[in-house]
């Protein structure tokens, strides 16, 4: 069974034509504020606390389970409880988004690439999840490293080098340019962000190479290479956060595993 995610996004509309120049990181944060809020608050919602009582051997203070009380008279050490608590956590979590910046990337697609990957670092940083950005055409170029932290001008920097298209579509380069894949945080995920024309053999060849890195792909325009039945179609901006999140849940809770272990 293939357990790689596709998602598909119809492009955004934006206000100022098909060949606008982006506007400022800063800008296009607040635009996308609702939304990064929406995923975030999703996201949050994935820690599970899991509390369960055990009891202290031999241990002679502490809370006293009451049902247990009675065994007391026969000398039974287990009076006491204690409360562990078992969380998935956000910070288990490291991304990787790979952009299509080749010459189909133009005009909508452009913007719609651009919104999702500011809204996607806006999630990372406030839930200190250690993010990359690679920009790909006829070649690959890191924008962001998972560790670096990016001053105003790089964030304008990155915005426009996402928006500014070339020729060629070099996603392989792009996988393969990527730190996650050897990260050691248990989840993994890589978000390639594209229309689609790229040859599907090749990027599904290279992702087999890709221990432990869960792939999914949000597909501008509804052109995938990804497989099914993890395609997710989105038809507008507002529907992305739920989709995102509910295929970290199924991540998380073994639904859908790493590609390479399909």
């Not at 607040?30 to 369960?52: C, D, F, G, I, K």
């Not at 969380?87 to 299509?100: G, K, M, N, P, Y």
């Not at 913007?111 to 839930?127: D, G, I, N």
Request: aromatic share 6%; proline share 6%.
């Amino acid at each position: 069974e293939d357990n790689a995610l596709t998602i598909r996004v119809a492009p955004i509309g934006h206000e100022a034509g098909s060949d606008a120049p982006p506007k400022p990181y800063a800008e296009l944060a607040q635009e996308m504020r609702p939304y990064t809020a929406e995923l975030v608050r999703r996201l949050r919602s994935l820690r599970r606390n899991e509390e369960t009582t055990r009891y202290r051997v031999k241990q002679r203070t502490g809370r006293v389970h009451l049902k247990r009380l009675y065994r007391a008279a026969l000398d039974d050490p287990r009076l006491f409880k204690r409360r562990l608590t078992t969380e998935v956590r956000t910070t288990s979590i490291a991304l990787s988004l790979l952009v299509d910046t080749s010459g189909s990337m133009i005009g909508e697609e452009a913007q719609t690439a651009t919104k999702s990957t500011v809204m996607l670092l806006e999630t990372a940083k406030r839930l200190n999840i250690p993010a990359e950005v690679i920009a790909f055409n006829s070649d690959a170029k890191t924008l962001k490293t998972p560790a670096q932290v990016l001053t105003t001008s790089k964030e304008n920097a990155l915005a426009g080098a996402i928006w500014r298209a070339n020729y060629g579509t070099q996603t392989v380069l792009a996988i393969q340019k990527s730190q996650i894949r050897k990260s050691p945080k248990p989840f993994r995920f890589m978000a390639i962000i594209t229309d689609g024309n790229d040859i599907a053999e090749d990027i599904r060849k290279e992702l087999d190479t890709v221990r432990g890195v869960i792939p999914f792909q949000l597909a501008i325009g509804g052109q995938t290479y990804l497989p099914e039945p993890y395609a997710l179609p989105i038809h507008k901006v507002s529907e992305l956060p739920q989709a995102l999140a509910e295929a970290v849940f199924k991540s998380v809770s073994g639904q859908i595993k790493p590609w390479a272990d399909r």
